[in-house]
């Protein structure tokens, strides 16, 4: 019983010390962004916040970085993208489920198998097309292609199975309720737990998308907030180190709430993901 | 009565069978468009002379695998591929030796971990915190001469002098790898823990039975039973690490010292987007990292399907079983 309670004390060790290296590069950077360039030359490591994080606000601003369009661009991009990709996920799903047709099982097929392949590879052709038909610097190029979201589609698949139970379907039939109507008023309440899984997830990976963006969006009023980020590797902000600390924080500061508010969906919604029984 | 042969009732006489393909019309409308499109386009550009910014118009190569050939002999591209597989194995390795260690205590029935839910909270956070941002974040922390790291390594007398970690091809690696580690353990943990908790209760409670040490179990039960999720996890990873862009990009500038940190896909972007503009030659290195993605994801592929028809099976003996008591 002795030698439990010692292994356990190690493992909590174990566990504090992961948790500090989770928390500390985060701390450092809140920390350093209120402290000015000349105090974190002296010594870049401090717990305690200084006052000078309106100096590197004005340094930062002063420059290229302009964190305002950056994350009006990003929400933009996000949101639109969250919302198709959960939406006609779901209707592809449904027409997965819910119908017998000649080609479903082909379909969901070729879904299973793309479901891995990610859109880097394929990027110079995606950028000769958008610059053929003029929509490099148009965000709509990184928001419709989430309507095809193979992944989603495969996750509400299998969330919609059990859950859907078709007679439901069938008396909204012969109550005269046309098959999309069913859809909008029937399915999609019932499958709401696994559109807001699948919104949040999808929102992250659109909000911290570099490649493409980066890719796509050659002019500054369009960058999403990644890609403003990229900006601080430049030159410009060489030597800034408070100004760099600065824009770290305002770029994580939002995903940090967002976490914090709902980290116990999230970590529900990782172990789900996982292929399990 | 006798039980129809599918578990679905039919509504006679009218056929629904449109609406299948009508609801799936915007998906595969923006498939074929954004993705298969793309893909096929990608391949075209490969065996073509398309280069040059303002460039559309290209013809095709008369030695169709030019770009090809030029891509295997060109030494940067070799380096990128070794890079990526040896950063990839430096962050895999550990993580997931940690993953499973985690794992084997926080489902050790007999210890009784407390706050776990707290410890998995603090263990993803890295994952979800946007990779730009952590790549220049840890720029700034592994800065030289003062920066953090140096800082904290100095007055702990660990180095003498401030270590330069962007000039040393290892120390610019393992940066990189550790990055990737940093923020991914705590998903594939959280994966892991997941896949224990699916596991029959009844195995762990005849091995707890049979007198199985917490240890016995963990190899001879707890392990077997997540074979199929492990190999899921090493090949997504191994999907995601091939495709590794974000850090090494931002973490030093344009593949660190002798290109330690170059990685395909910050190749493929050099080649194509920053200044030279060789869209043939990029698009050759894509459609050769395409073919490794796509033999990799075949193994997922063949790994789900079995398991979705090994479940398919289960439930038609149930059926059957059900059937059977029915008619008793």
């Not at chain 2, 990608?42 to 559309?56: C, E, H, R, S």
């Not at chain 2, 013809?59 to 295997?72: G, R, V, Y």
């Not at chain 2, 220049?136 to 330069?164: E, W």
Request: charge should be positive.
């Amino acid at each position: 019983m002795k030698l439990r309670r010692k292994v356990n004390i190690g493992i909590y060790i174990v566990c504090g010390i992961l948790a500090i290296l989770s928390i500390m590069p985060f701390w450092i950077m809140i920390v350093n962004a209120t402290r000015s360039t000349v105090q974190i030359q002296q010594h870049a490591v401090s717990l305690i916040p200084s006052t000078h994080i309106l100096e590197n606000w004005k340094v930062l601003t002063g420059k290229t970085f302009n964190p305002f369009t950056g994350f009006i661009n990003s929400v933009i991009i996000s949101t639109g993208a969250t919302a198709c990709a959960v939406y006609f996920s779901t209707l592809t799903a449904y027409a997965l489920v819910a119908y017998e047709w000649k080609m479903r099982q082909p379909f969901f097929t070729v879904i299973l198998a793309v479901m891995m392949i990610p859109t880097q590879v394929i990027s110079i052709g995606f950028y000769q097309f958008m610059y053929r038909i003029g929509m490099t610097n148009n965000l709509l190029a990184l928001i419709l292609p989430a309507i095809a979201a193979p992944m989603t589609v495969f996750f509400m698949r299998q969330y919609m199975l059990p859950s859907l139970n078709l007679d439901i379907v069938a008396s909204a039939r012969i109550d005269g309720a046309g098959e999309f109507r069913t859809f909008n008023s029937i399915v999609l309440p019932i499958m709401k737990p696994a559109m807001a899984t699948q919104a949040i997830f999808t929102y992250v990976i659109s909000w911290n998308a570099l490649f493409m963006p980066m890719i796509l969006l050659t002019k500054k009023e369009n960058y999403t907030m990644p890609v403003m980020v990229s900006l601080l590797k430049g030159d410009i902000y060489k030597t800034e180190y408070g100004a760099v600390y600065l824009a770290l924080t305002l770029s994580i500061l939002p995903l940090f709430i967002v976490y914090f508010l709902l980290s116990k969906y999230i970590i529900a919604g990782v172990a789900l993901g996982s292929v399990k029984e | 009565m006798p039980l129809k042969k599918e578990g679905k009732p039919k509504i006679k006489g009218v056929s629904y069978a449109k609406y299948g393909y009508l609801f799936s019309l915007p998906f595969v409308i923006v498939f074929l468009v954004f993705m298969l499109y793309p893909t096929l386009f990608t391949a075209v550009i490969g065996f073509t002379d398309f280069k040059g910014v303002v460039a559309t118009s290209f013809k095709f190569l008369e030695q169709p695998f030019d770009n090809f050939a030029s891509i295997f002999a060109n030494k940067t591209f070799r380096t990128s591929l070794v890079n990526t597989i040896v950063i990839w194995t430096m962050n895999f390795i550990p993580q997931m030796g940690l993953a499973l260690l985690l794992t084997a205590w926080f489902t050790n029935r007999s210890r009784r971990i407390r706050g776990q839910g707290a410890f998995k909270v603090l263990f993803y956070l890295p994952n979800i915190i946007t990779a730009a941002s952590v790549a220049i974040l840890y720029g700034v922390i592994f800065a030289y001469p003062i920066g953090p790291i140096n800082d904290i390594l100095q007055s702990l007398h660990l180095l003498k002098a401030p270590f330069d970690f962007s000039t040393s091809p290892w120390a610019a690696k393992f940066v990189v790898a550790f990055i990737q580690f940093w923020q991914w353990y705590g998903y594939t943990t959280i994966i892991l823990i997941s896949g224990v908790l699916g596991i029959n209760p009844e195995l762990f409670e005849a091995a707890e039975i049979d007198g199985a040490s917490p240890r016995q179990t963990f190899f001879q039960i707890t392990l077997p039973c997540m074979r199929t999720i492990l190999i899921f996890t090493l090949i997504t990873s191994l999907i995601g690490g091939l495709n590794m862009f974000d850090i090494p990009k931002l973490y030093i500038w344009n593949g660190g010292p002798a290109n330690a940190t170059m990685t395909t896909s910050v190749f493929i972007y050099a080649q194509a987007f920053s200044g030279t503009y060789l869209y043939n030659k990029a698009a050759a290195a894509s459609m050769i990292m395409f073919v490794i993605i796509a033999i990799l994801s075949a193994f997922t592929f063949f790994l789900m399907r079995d398991r979705s028809e090994a479940r398919a099976i289960r439930a038609m003996k149930r059926m059957e079983k059900l059937k059977k008591g029915a008619a008793v």
